[in-house]
């Protein structure tokens, strides 16, 4: 008869625990930590209105959305946002930032070698990585240079093409081939 308490009262006291601990693992809602301010809206139907938000502080520090495309596992584009602070310039090298950082959280590496910009032409070249991304097939490869060309394209006002390289050389994998002079995006 005693044990038969101690079990009731242990298994009792487990329940106990198991609600106590669940209970304080309950997520609450997150407070925002930025304000919309002001919107810009464009004339294009399929792009989203751009927004200045305000950080309440001191400084009352301005950020801006930064949209971009990514890659999901199955080879699909993606919309992504980040915010930067207003007065930060919105380069090919920044998109790629956010854009390379999206691709980890998919489990693609991908690093670049160089960016350049000369007569609004954006080159950039991979390194040995690309090769990766391409063993994972054509339609995954393709989806990563469309979502890079398409990001910078979208943010840089001052690029109108992408082309792409790899260690400064010809783009050949076994998916795709380009020559050093061929543009993969227009504007």
Do not use: W
Request: aromatic letters at 6%; hydrophobic letters at 40%.
């Amino acid at each position: 008869m005693r044990r038969m308490f101690k079990l009731s009262a242990m298994l009792l006291l487990c329940v106990f625990l198991c609600a106590g601990i669940s209970s304080c693992t309950h997520a609450k809602e997150p407070v925002p930590l930025v304000e919309p301010t002001q919107a810009v809206t464009s004339n294009e139907p399929d792009n989203e209105p751009e927004i200045t938000k305000t950080i309440p502080g001191k400084d009352d520090t301005k950020v801006v959305t930064l949209r971009y495309y990514t890659v999901s596992g199955d080879g699909q584009l993606e919309r992504a946002t980040s915010m930067v602070q207003d007065t930060t310039a919105i380069t090919p090298e920044l998109v790629l930032d956010f854009l390379i950082d999206s691709l980890e959280d998919e489990s693609l590496v991908l690093k670049v070698e160089s960016v350049t910009i000369a007569d609004s032409v954006c080159v950039i070249s991979f390194d040995d990585t690309i090769y990766d991304i391409a063993s994972e097939g054509e339609r995954i490869e393709d989806a990563v240079l469309d979502a890079i060309a398409q990001s910078i394209l979208d943010n840089v006002p001052e690029v109108s093409s992408v082309r792409y390289l790899i260690n400064g050389g010809k783009y050949v994998t076994d998916n795709n081939s380009f020559t050093q002079d061929s543009a993969y995006m227009d504007r």
